[in-house]
Every structure is written in C-alpha cells, then in structure tokens.
C-alpha cells in the first residue's frame, strides 16, 4: 500500500544521467488516457487534454508525481485543441466546431454551448473576451464568448488559407497554416482582423506556432522549428533554425527555451538566449510521440500521443553537478517518512553548511548530518551542496530527485 507521506530519494550521477533517453529532463509523473493525448492546457491543479476520439479530458496535478484523471466530456467531434480561460474549456472538436466547457467543478466538466463551423476547427486560442478558432478551409475565426453559452462569430480573415494553429501574444494572432506558410494577423479590433505581416515564407509546411514578445517559433512538418524577429511584422528576420526532430506538432517559448514536441523524437529542449545560435540543453525521448507541450513555473506537461499525459521537469537551468562526486547509498529508501538520513548520503566531510537547493539555485532548506526533516519539500530535482570541511577542498554538488 502506498504511504501518501512517503518520500523516496535517488543521488542520481552525471553517468546516470547520460542515458540514452534523456539529457536534463526527468519524467516525474504519468498518467493514461483513452485515446490520443493532441493537446493540453494547464490552469491551476488541473490539466486539461484535447484526447482526439475520446474528446476532453481533467487530470488532477496536486501531485505531479501521481496526476490522476477527474473528469471528462465526450465531444461529438474529435477533440484537436483547446484553450483553459477563467471557469470555461475551450475546444476546437474538429468536425463539431467550438465547444465551451464549464470546468467550475473540474471533476464534472459540463459541454455548455458551441458554434458550428462550416469547416473542421483545428486550434483555439483566447483573449479577453474573445476565442481566435484555426477553421481548417476558412482561414481565421473570431468568435465572442461573452456569453460562454452561447458564442457567436464576429469576424473573420480567410485569405490567408488553411489554418492549422493559432497563437494570441498582445493585439497579434499568429498564424500557422497547412499550405500557405505563416501570418501574422492584426487582431486590434477583433471584429476585423487583418493581415500586417507574414506570407509564405518557409516553403514547408506550418504546423504549429508560438509568440513571446519580438520572437515567434514555428513548428514545421520536415525541417524542424524555425526562430523569427516580429519587431517588425512586415519585415519578418530569420534568426535561425534548428533540427530537434524533423517533424514538430508544438512549442512552448519561455525567456530562455523552446520547449518542443518533436513527434517520435520526443521532447526536446532549445536555448533561445541567444536566438542566432540556438543550442538543444535537453530531451527526454521515449516510446510514442509528442503533439503538444504546456509550462508552469517547474514542470513541463507534454500530450505524448497514445501514452497519454506526462509530466517532465527540466532542470538545466540553475546548479550544475561536480563531476565525479559519490553518492552513496547504503539503504533504500534513504528518505522515508519526509527525512533525509544524510549521513549516508555524501562520500565527504558533512558539515553545517550543507544546503539544498532547487533548481533554480536557491536554498531550500539547511541540512546537517544524521535526520533532515525535508516534509515541507515539493516532488522534483534538488541538489545537494556541501561546503569544504577542510581548507583547500573544493565545495561538491549531487543531484537528487525526491518523489512520492
């Protein structure tokens, strides 16, 4: 019987953590689903999935370590994207148009009302008081959702042609579509949406897109993403592409990292600090493939097709291990009942300037030899540091994952 205040800890070295699956990502977490996970959203303790054939479904991530399947809605089409805003789901359903979901009881999602299209609806994107739908053969559509009941078509921009993604970042949509490259809509008065920028500019097709400030990533179907300037919309810069994968369903851009579904190559991690030179940190592949990735502050939730939901945590970004340090571990587990025996965790002097730290870099918690109380510590990658005991040893540093 699993103990819900049970802790297991495992030192995981450099050699450990080479494997051939993964490079600065662990998966922490799992959950199985019906169908095809295609996409997903992330809105508090909940995860929200877009399951193709078995249409939207609630996972519960209290505990990223254990998410737990809540809730569902069988839509009448199949479930291709979505969008979380407020108490209200929304869902591009392919064949069965815009459906809004009421996720006020996520564990009793509620089809509340829709908007049928006169082509399949691939992707939505929300903004304010407004939903941008990809219509399949009909270009961009912008639907109110004042009344979430009852949504209704305000405007539209249907000569860019066959929208397979859309992304909203301040008053531009962005704009992937299957055969006609990549636009750039003004979206400043949602009821008339109009072209500022963009055109067929690649020569592959767009699957997806995402925009963070002067950046957009896009997504292709054979030459991997591709990183453009959007300062100036009508004078678009290649800054540089990368092959993490040939065939790419989605991106998540941050200040720093693309975060990639990149199909059977998994998930992959790009620096973009320097967006010229941009450089994979991470992956983690495993059986199946990736359609869609969602961020918070510490996990990367990743649609992973027929396995379902995954939870992955990066940790590239703020403590690197000392290379060659030892851990030790002489009985498992060696945390148990939220306690870090940690005398039998470092093969050096343990002083009291033994910290840990999180990813990031930032001390959590003072440790000291023996029994550490570590209870109040979330699931994920920590990492040990232990100041010279003597002088002239240089300080180490081991990497550690705690999960339930």
Request: hydrophobic content about 45%; aromatic content about 8%.
């Amino acid at each position: 019987m699993k103990m819900a205040n049970a802790f297991y800890l495992a030192a995981l070295l450099i050699a450990v953590a080479s494997a051939q699956d993964s490079l600065n990502v662990r998966r922490v977490g799992s959950c199985s689903l019906p169908d095809e996970a295609y996409a997903v959203a992330v809105a508090g303790d909940y995860a929200y999935v877009a399951d193709c054939d078995s249409g939207f479904r609630v996972v519960s991530i209290a505990d990223p370590a254990d998410p737990v399947e809540v809730g569902h809605v069988n839509t009448p089409g199949r479930a291709y994207g979505l969008a979380v805003s407020g108490q209200y789901a929304y869902v591009a359903a392919e064949s069965a148009g815009l459906r809004v979901i009421s996720i006020a009881d996520p564990a009793h999602p509620v089809d509340v009302g829709h908007l049928d299209m006169q082509a399949p609806a691939h992707a939505v994107a929300i903004s304010g008081q407004y939903a941008y739908v990809a219509d399949d053969t009909s270009g961009l559509l912008v639907v109110s959702i004042a009344d979430p009941a009852h949504p209704s078509e305000v405007g539209s921009c249907g000569s860019i042609g066959q929208v397979d993604a859309v992304t909203v970042d301040g008053s531009r949509a962005y704009i992937a579509t299957y055969d006609n490259g990549f636009w750039i809509v003004s979206i400043s008065d949602p009821a008339h949406p109009n072209v500022i920028g963009g055109g067929l500019i690649i020569g592959v097709e767009v699957l997806r897109v995402d925009a963070s400030g002067a950046h957009a990533c896009l997504s292709t179907k054979a030459n991997g993403v591709y990183i453009y300037d959007v300062s100036d919309p009508q004078h678009l810069v290649l800054l540089s592409k990368c092959r993490s994968g040939d065939l790419v369903w989605g991106v998540a851009l941050t200040t720093n990292y693309a975060f990639v579904a990149a199909d059977e190559a998994g998930l992959r991690i790009i620096s973009i600090a320097d967006p010229s030179d941009p450089t994979d940190v991470g992956y983690y592949d495993m059986s199946g493939w990736v359609n869609a990735v969602a961020l918070t502050s510490n996990y990367v939730y990743a649609a992973y097709g027929r396995e379902g939901l995954q939870v992955f945590q990066f940790y590239a970004g703020g403590v690197e291990e000392t290379p060659g340090v030892e851990a030790r571990i002489t009985g498992w587990p060696t945390v148990v009942r939220n306690t870090l025996e940690l005398s039998v965790f470092l093969n050096h002097r343990v002083s009291a300037s033994t910290v840990m730290l999180d990813i990031s870099g930032r001390k959590v918690l003072d440790l000291y030899p023996g029994a550490n109380d570590i209870s109040r510590l979330a699931p994920g990658v920590y990492f040990v540091r232990s100041a010279p005991g003597v002088v002239g040893e240089a300080s180490s540093v081991a990497r550690v994952i705690i999960s339930r």
